[in-house]
């Protein structure tokens, strides 16, 4: 795999955040796997390509029901998460469990799945230190919320996303989460990173692995150039949320409790 160094620079994130991405706003591209290191050697991130057969699930994704949601700015975006999610008390889940996908898309949860310890793989073979760091926060999280075989215990699945800018909150600190890209005729789509002034043109079945916690990063406009097209991004990530959650019995339990008192008062 070929390397690159790239120039981190300060950004006013103000001029940023929230703002939709466009290809203007760096001046480096991008379009073939290599490993990015900035000029003080520190590994930024990593283009690769995934060594597995993706067409079973380009299938599937294709029949997933996505949910719909305008951002800020007024941005139309269309995913649908899988794997583990934590309690969120303020958005009345006031329990750990399982994403909605699973019981919807079965066979397209366990390709998924299936497809995460491959990736924990190849992430472990490109950036062992980070990957160890990594595995020693994820023993934090029990076993029934962890997707098996993988440092993971979530995802989400954006379909043909522009993205503004923003960072991943809530992912573990100083690890990578990891983007299996799947296109076919679309035009556009980059993933630009301001902060090194770098965007990244993804291809078909290549796998992004960065700090989405702490780098700054955006997708611009696509365009479909045919009836069948797609840009299909599929994020691997550790939620810091899972450290906290108890057996599932446990957390219903305390969700019974909860909902209890609440009738109390």
């Not at 309690?87 to 390709?111: A, D, V, W, Y």
């Not at 990957?131 to 999280?141: L, P």
Request: proline content about 3%; some cysteine; charged content about 30%.
């Amino acid at each position: 795999m070929k390397l690159k160094t790239v120039k981190k620079r300060k950004i006013n994130y103000k001029d940023y955040v929230r703002r939709r991405a466009s290809v203007d706003d760096c001046l480096n591209e991008i379009t073939e796997p290599c490993k990015v290191f900035d000029q003080e050697g520190n590994l930024v991130c990593i283009y690769g390509m995934l060594n597995a057969d993706t067409t079973d699930l380009v299938e599937e994704l294709k029949n997933v029901n996505y949910h719909t949601s305008t951002r800020t700015g007024g941005l139309v975006t269309t995913s649908r998460i899988f794997g583990f999610q934590p309690r969120l008390e303020r958005r009345q889940r006031s329990f750990c469990n399982q994403t909605s996908l699973c019981k919807e898309h079965p066979t397209t949860e366990g390709i998924l799945r299936n497809l995460a310890s491959k990736i924990s793989d190849q992430y472990l073979t490109n950036a062992p230190d980070i990957y160890e760091n990594h595995k020693e926060m994820f023993s934090e999280v029990l076993e029934e919320w962890k997707i098996q075989g993988s440092l993971f215990t979530s995802g989400i699945i954006n379909k043909n996303n522009p993205l503004s800018y923003h960072f991943d909150s809530g992912n573990f600190d100083k690890v990578l989460s990891c983007m299996l890209v799947l296109r076919k005729d679309m035009e556009g789509g980059w993933l630009c990173v301001p902060e090194i002034d770098t965007k990244f043109l993804l291809k078909h079945n290549s796998l992004f692995m960065f700090d989405g916690q702490s780098l700054l990063h955006g997708v611009t406009p696509m365009s479909e150039a045919s009836e069948d097209a797609y840009r299909f991004s599929i994020v691997y990530y550790s939620l810091k949320g899972m450290w906290k959650c108890l057996t599932l019995t446990e957390e219903l339990l305390r969700s019974r409790k909860i909902e209890l008192e609440k009738l109390k008062k």
